[in-house]
């Protein structure tokens, strides 16, 4: 079984990759002590800070943390303010989802894959709408 770290790093090494086949360049901070793990530089020249999450698939949608912290030993924290994107992948997918941090909200964000089963329409975040 892997372990925490081995599944982030391999989530941002897919997100690097990704990122790389789009913009200009893309950065790697220095440490761990930052609350981003990669920069890129967007086509204007502005650098974006982004957090690389591994989701998960839970009834047609994929869910991520869009905090920091455990829940128990630490408080959730948000990215807000700190951050421009999440980068988001599952386990099972070779795909990155890039998502705004103004988007993804202060809790747990779910971009749907499928519709949801009650055909609700409105307020719905799509996956397509931040794929890379």
């Given at each position: ?7 982030g ?10 990122l790389?086949?789009?913009y ?5 901070p220095f440490?761990?002590s ?11 020249g502005?650098?974006r800070?982004?957090?690389c999450?591994?989701?998960?698939l839970?009834?047609g ?5 869009a ?14 303010g700190?951050i421009d994107?999440f ?8 795909e ?5 941090v ?5 809790s747990?964000?779910?971009?749907r894959l499928?519709?949801?089963?009650n ?5 719905i975040t ?7």
């Open positions: 079984m892997a372990t925490p770290k081995a599944v790093d391999k989530t941002e090494a897919r997100v690097l990759a990704a790389l086949q789009i200009p360049a893309v950065l790697l440490g761990g930052q609350r981003y793990d990669l920069v890129f530089e967007d086509f204007d502005t650098l800070k982004v957090q999450k591994t989701g998960y839970k009834s949608a994929i869910v991520f943390k905090y920091s912290g455990n829940g128990t030993k630490e408080p959730m924290k948000s990215y807000h700190e994107f980068a988001v992948m599952t386990q099972d997918s070779q990155v989802y890039l998502v705004p103004e988007i993804a909200g202060t747990s964000c779910y971009l499928e519709a949801p089963r055909n609700q329409t409105s307020r799509w996956a397509k709408d931040f794929l890379v």
